[in-house]
């Protein structure tokens, strides 16, 4: 724990015999094993086996289990928001004071996080139906960078730092966003609803406001908590979303604004 710097209320405030709930006996919890294992599960499988096991045969329609899936993830991403929004509200977007200090409160963020970490479990059958369904082209790395990463420092965060507002807030805000984007997911999956969803580009604008958010909201809290996060954290989170703010607008400039060309100089030629 001291290779990760954290900060002496942390340490103090979240050990094994307190009368608290240990993170370690949590599922996944206890070491950084189980996790590592179902990320290079789920690597091997999108990079290497999936491929070799669709190569010969036809894309999987898998409608039915989508949409439960894409139904399941929405009901989720409500439960969290609603969890997030709630903690929000009655404890201000900005935390000056420490989580741990309020038992109460230290109990309800964790479960939180562990939820939302769990969510990022789940959405890793994202890119496996991409797989199955042989939708190649978007098991892109972008996808796959995004959907990994978030699960590690999810990890991270709870494992050693489960005081953190920041987790609370990064979970609540991505819990909305995610309650739009499987919306749009479940409602693709009918042919006869794609005239009505033209909006499916804001969701990408939606995601890097969602990330700048974020990152305002973490250097703001950082210089007014007295529970800062660890150094680690601190260089972790802010890296990965100013490269998710570079990866997602690369993504939208090119499926749409170099589309948005194309299509103006094919109307011009005809």
Same mark, same amino acid.
């Given at each position: 724990?001291?290779?990760?710097?954290?900060?002496?209320?942390?340490?103090? +405030?979240?050990?094994?015999?307190?009368?608290?709930?240990?993170?370690?006996?949590?599922?996944?919890?206890?070491?950084?094993?189980?996790?590592?294992?179902?990320?290079?599960? @789920?690597?091997?499988?999108?990079?290497?086996?999936?491929?070799?096991?669709?190569?010969?045969?036809?894309?999987?329609?898998?409608?039915?289990?989508?949409?439960? @899936? =894409?139904?399941?993830?929405?009901?989720?991403?409500?439960?969290?928001?609603?969890?997030?929004?709630?903690?929000?509200?009655?404890?201000?977007?900005?935390?000056?004071?420490?989580?741990?200090?309020?038992? +109460?409160?230290?109990?309800?963020?964790?479960?939180?996080?562990?939820?939302?970490?769990?969510?990022?479990?789940?959405?890793?059958?994202?890119?496996?139906?991409?797989?199955?369904?042989?939708?190649?082209?978007?098991?892109?790395?972008?996808?796959?960078?995004?959907?990994?990463?978030?699960?590690?420092?999810?990890?991270?965060?709870?494992? @050693?730092?489960? =005081?953190?507002?920041?987790?609370?807030? &990064?979970?609540?805000?991505?819990?909305?966003?995610?309650?739009?984007?499987?919306?749009?997911?479940?409602?693709?999956?009918?042919?006869?609803?794609?005239?009505?969803?033209?909006?499916?580009?804001?969701?990408?604008?939606?995601?890097?406001?969602?990330?700048?958010?974020?990152?305002?909201?973490?250097?703001?809290?950082?210089?007014?908590?007295?529970?800062?996060?660890?150094?680690?954290?601190?260089?972790?989170?802010?890296?990965?979303?100013?490269?998710?703010?570079?990866?997602?607008?690369?993504?939208?400039?090119?499926? @749409?604004?170099?589309?948005? &060309?194309? =299509?103006?100089?094919?109307?011009?030629?005809?």
């Amino acid at each position: 724990m001291d290779i990760l710097n954290i900060t002496q209320a942390n340490t103090s +405030e979240w050990q094994p015999d307190s009368k608290n709930v240990d993170i370690n006996e949590w599922f996944l919890m206890g070491s950084p094993v189980p996790v590592l294992s179902i990320m290079a599960a @789920y690597w091997l499988f999108v990079i290497k086996v999936g491929p070799s096991l669709m190569s010969k045969r036809s894309p999987l329609t898998l409608r039915t289990t989508m949409a439960a @899936y =894409n139904f399941g993830q929405i009901i989720l991403a409500v439960t969290l928001f609603s969890k997030g929004a709630t903690f929000m509200w009655n404890n201000g977007f900005i935390q000056t004071e420490c989580i741990m200090e309020n038992i +109460e409160l230290k109990n309800y963020v964790t479960n939180g996080v562990y939820l939302y970490f769990i969510t990022k479990i789940t959405e890793l059958s994202d890119t496996i139906f991409f797989i199955l369904r042989k939708k190649y082209n978007q098991a892109s790395f972008l996808h796959i960078y995004h959907h990994s990463i978030t699960v590690i420092t999810t990890w991270i965060a709870l494992k @050693y730092e489960p =005081n953190t507002n920041t987790a609370m807030f &990064v979970g609540t805000l991505n819990s909305f966003v995610h309650i739009i984007m499987y919306t749009y997911y479940a409602l693709s999956a009918y042919p006869q609803l794609t005239k009505y969803l033209w909006w499916k580009k804001y969701i990408t604008k939606l995601q890097l406001v969602q990330f700048a958010v974020m990152l305002v909201h973490l250097l703001i809290e950082y210089n007014v908590t007295k529970c800062k996060p660890s150094y680690i954290i601190m260089s972790i989170i802010p890296f990965n979303l100013v490269f998710f703010l570079y990866l997602f607008s690369d993504f939208y400039s090119k499926t @749409y604004k170099e589309t948005n &060309v194309a =299509n103006r100089k094919t109307k011009h030629v005809d």
